[in-house]
């Protein structure tokens, strides 16, 4: 038997205890569930066993499958999870299993398994396989809405979220709540069900029971999860299971479920969200850093400026218990400062989201300062005025002047060389670019910018406290715009060409949003407020080469005073208190006039061309950055794109996107563009090879 399942017989009870740390993932190939099995079987036919009792070792129960053996083959002699639950639906003793910690996925499935569970308070209860685009596949589909109902069986399939010890009891998934010693209390709790002979109640057996009409029921399920999940094939496959649940015998719905898991393992979609999970997980790596290197410690922060920037990222600190003093060049933009701050938070008190008490308590973490003398404590300042460079250098002096040795400073720059800003300072070591994402308080992405001189601490430090104030940090090299707005600047520089040619705002939002993008790039626009753009725009006409393409159909929307939604009118119009875009006769004149006096023939654009269009540009600036070494690796690009800039999950992000589709393909696209419209389009140099070589991205 394998060390890593212990089993004893203690007071008639065979104990079958987990012990693979850090988890206790259930591995087919180190034998856990081998193990199971054969102790299972043994105590079966032993006399002095009445009642089984499976248990993890370590603080929870089993947070599910091996994720390192996803896709592999299966192992010969070794069970797996289906060949333990058949033989527990069969054993004659009754089990018991005690619940506590993360118990998810196939942890949870081997648990409902079991005839009896107790669980202690604290541990999450739940099946989160359609978050990797899968479903449970052990059962999980078929037991769970037998135990709690088709309704809520449906709710935590397809939301994949799990639910408290408290909830699980209410939902009838945990029969007993057991608290101080988990051990020694399930142990009791089994042999009480030895004690008042309750029956071996398999979750097989039992019917699901729906409220009301069960045809009503489905149908309304299956319109609902088409419309909140679009692009996401698992939620309605999860849904088609437990409908097999509540209308088939148990095995055949097994089977089913079985059937469906085998076809979403192989979808482009489940791939692609997989892709997504490792490749966060990855971000947090830094190739070049020691493993020892050391951690500067984070316990109070400054941020300089309070305006629609610095407040966000105030809220990031005082959100995760960090203290955080404001700074500001007068008191009445401090006042305007916190007055935002706080009605952000009365909005989500307002939503039931945060409790008052929060609220005040995260608020009493900020505190608003005038002067550069109140900031010489702080751990870590981070700047966020103006974007001029010479304001930046002027902060930053005084920053250099008054805090503390040892504190990191950083500036959210979206745009500036960070190295001309470190310079300025005595101390280029300690200097890094943490660039939020608007609104900073929601955006999950912290783009991690290293400098020439950054010290590796201070990048190291700077990955932890992403962490801490639940980012998602990927480390980014310096170049203008970093990982995510140079991509980005093409992707809108290629819709406005596309405008000139023939296209409308309406037709390319059209094609990007049923790509999966939530806004196509003039709805973003119209949002974001086009003046900000104009005015950088302007300031560059001077350098701006003539000969270069250049689309003046935003200058000409800016220069009607159409700043987008904030001014009722951008690319569309908007009506009072509507942000429903509007397609707008005058922008098609516009537009129309725009194209003639560039001497552009307006045609007709194909869907797949914007398509194409918008997206190769994305990639290929990406592998331009992953050549220069800006980004790390393709799949850090994939995150800055997910968590920055919507791109649709179940495509993986902009480089993973382009591995589905083949590079060789996407290469020979951009070849073609690059034919037709020129310079824009000249592939980047790893591109060209890995589409000539038959290469991918993501390895
Ligand atoms: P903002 O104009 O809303 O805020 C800037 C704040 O800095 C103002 O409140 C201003 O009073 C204050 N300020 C200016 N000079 C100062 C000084 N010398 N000392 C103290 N305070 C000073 O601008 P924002 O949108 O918050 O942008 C701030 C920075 O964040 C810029 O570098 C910008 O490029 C960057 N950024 C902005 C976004 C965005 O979407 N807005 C996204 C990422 C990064």
């Known amino acids: 038997m394998s060390n890593i399942i212990e089993y004893e017989v203690k007071n008639h009870v065979g104990v079958i205890t987990l012990n693979n740390p850090p988890v206790n993932a259930l591995s087919v190939s180190k034998g856990l569930l081998q193990g199971i099995l054969d102790a299972l079987k043994q105590g079966d036919h032993d006399p002095a066993v009445r009642v089984f009792l499976l248990i993890g070792a370590g603080r929870n129960f089993s947070g599910g499958a091996d994720i390192s053996e996803f896709g592999k083959p299966p192992v010969p002699g070794m069970a797996n999870l289906r060949d333990v639950l058949a033989y527990m639906d069969t054993i004659t003793k009754p089990i018991v299993a005690a619940i506590a910690g993360p118990t998810m996925g196939g942890g949870l499935e081997l648990a409902l398994g079991a005839h009896y569970r107790c669980a202690i308070t604290g541990a999450q209860i739940g099946l989160p396989e359609v978050k990797l685009g899968i479903l449970p596949g052990a059962g999980g589909t078929q037991r769970l809405p037998r135990l709690v109902g088709a309704a809520r069986g449906v709710e935590m399939i397809v939301s994949g979220d799990p639910v408290s010890t408290e909830k699980a009891h209410e939902l009838g998934i945990v029969d007993e709540i057991v608290t101080g010693d988990l051990r020694a209390s399930a142990i009791a709790f089994a042999t009480r069900v030895v ?392 922008i098609e004149t516009l537009i129309v006039e725009a194209s003639k006096e560039a001497g552009i023939e307006r045609r007709e654009i194909g869907d797949q061309e914007i398509l194409e269009r918008c997206v190769y540009q994305l990639v290929n600036v990406g592998a331009e950055l992953l050549e220069e070494g800006i980004a790390q690796r393709a799949s850090d690009i994939d995150i800055v794109y997910l968590y920055g800039y919507g791109f649709p999950r179940y495509r993986g992000g902009p480089m993973f996107y382009a591995d589905t589709v083949g590079l060789d393909k996407v290469l020979d696209a951009v070849r073609g563009y690059e034919a037709r419209f020129g310079r824009f389009w000249k592939p980047a140099p790893l591109l060209e090879r890995l589409g000539s070589e038959g290469g991918r991205f993501n390895g």
């Not at 992405?445 to 430090?461: F, H, M, S, Y």
């Not at 962490?467 to 090299?477: A, N, Q």
């Not at 790509?515 to 196509?520: D, I, L, P, T």
Request: glycine content about 8%; aromatic content about 8%.
């Open 195 to 586: 004690r008042e002979s309750r029956p071996i109640r398999r979750a097989s057996a039992l019917a699901v029971a729906v409220d009301g009409d069960v045809d009503a029921f489905f149908t309304q399920a299956r319109e609902r999860i088409a419309r909140e999940h679009r692009g996401y094939p698992a939620p309605l496959e999860c849904l088609a299971c437990v409908e097999a649940a509540t209308r088939r015998p148990f095995a055949e719905g097994v089977k089913f479920e079985r059937e469906r898991f085998e076809h979403l393992v192989g979808t482009t979609e489940s791939k692609a969200l997989r892709h997504a999970f490792f490749a966060e997980r990855a971000a947090n790596k830094v190739r070049d850093l020691p493993d020892d290197t050391p951690l500067r410690e984070i316990r109070t922060a400054a941020v300089i400026g309070a305006g629609t920037m610095g407040g966000g990222i105030a809220m990031n600190f005082a959100n995760a218990g960090i203290p955080v003093k404001v700074l500001e060049a007068a008191q009445d933009r401090l006042d305007k400062g916190f007055e935002t701050i706080r009605r952000n938070y009365a909005a989500t008190v307002a939503k039931g989201r945060l409790s008052q008490d929060a609220m005040d308590r995260r608020m009493g973490l900020l505190t608003g300062v005038l002067s550069y003398d109140d900031i010489g404590d702080a751990d870590i300042v981070v700047e966020a005025v103006f974007e001029e460079m010479d304001v930046k250098k002027d902060v930053f002096r005084k920053i250099d002047a008054a805090a503390k040795p040892g504190a990191i400073l950083a500036t959210n720059t979206s745009t500036l060389d960070i190295d001309e800003i470190a310079a300025v300072t005595s101390r280029p070591a300690d200097v890094i670019g943490l660039h939020f994402f608007s609104p900073a308080n929601v955006m999950r992405l912290l783009e991690i910018v290293r400098g020439a001189k950054t010290a590796n601490d201070v990048i190291a430090t700077s990955m932890k406290l992403a962490k801490t104030i639940r980012k998602v940090g990927v480390l980014v090299g310096v170049c203008d715009g970093f990982v995510g707005n140079r991509m980005v600047h093409a992707y809108f520089r290629e819709a406005g060409f596309l405008l000139e040619e023939g296209a409308l705002p309406q037709q390319v939002d059209r094609v990007m949003e049923e790509f999966g993008f939530a806004m196509g790039p003039f709805r973003v626009s119209d949002l974001a407020g086009l003046d900000i753009g104009w005015a950088i725009r302007k300031r560059q006409a001077a350098t701006r080469d003539p000969n270069e393409r250049y689309s003046t159909i935003a200058d000409r929307i800016c220069e009607k005073g159409r700043f987008g939604q904030k001014t009722g009118a951008g690319y569309y119009r908007y009506e009072t208190g509507s942000r429903k875009p509007i397609p707008d006769p005058e």
